[in-house]
Nanobody, 122 residues
Framework: QVQLVESGGGLVQAGGSLRLSCAASGRSLGSFAMAWFRQGPGKEREFVARTARTPWSGESSQYGDSVKGRFTISRDNAKNTVYLEMNSLKFEDTAVYYC????????????WGQGTQVTVSS
């Protein structure tokens, strides 16, 4: 079992920055692909970013189109924590942000955090 706890959310003005953290316990995050998703008010859950490691490509990251160039996902295996650095925040980035852990070789995520609220004021 893996327990994921997000933190770092809050209220920020448009154009500002936040860094979200996702701390894991129970197992090492190094063996998982890690991702961030978000769900805004009245919206469906949206993919934000993913980092995974495979023998043939090493560590690689992917981003949703709406956050490319503004958000960066990273992990610190020593701290068993994944981060989401969010810059140039927009009003439409307002959402509950969730981290998830899953297989490096697929797109299913077995473990989810409880979410952290990010609110961007315009």
């Amino acid at each position: 079992q893996v327990q994921l706890v997000e933190s770092g959310g809050g209220l920020v003005q448009a154009g500002g920055s936040l860094r979200l953290s996702c701390a894991a316990s129970g197992r090492s995050l190094g063996s998982f692909a890690m991702a961030w998703f978000r769900q805004g008010p009245g919206k469906e859950r949206e993919f934000v970013a993913r980092t995974a490691r495979t023998p043939w490509s090493g560590e690689s990251s992917q981003y949703g189109d709406s956050v490319k160039g503004r958000f960066t996902i990273s992990r610190d295996n020593a701290k068993n924590t994944v981060y989401l650095e969010m810059n140039s925040l927009k009003f439409e980035d307002t959402a509950v942000y969730y981290c998830a852990a899953g297989s490096n070789y697929g797109r299913d995520y077995d473990y989810w955090g409880q979410g952290t609220q990010v609110t961007v004021s315009s």
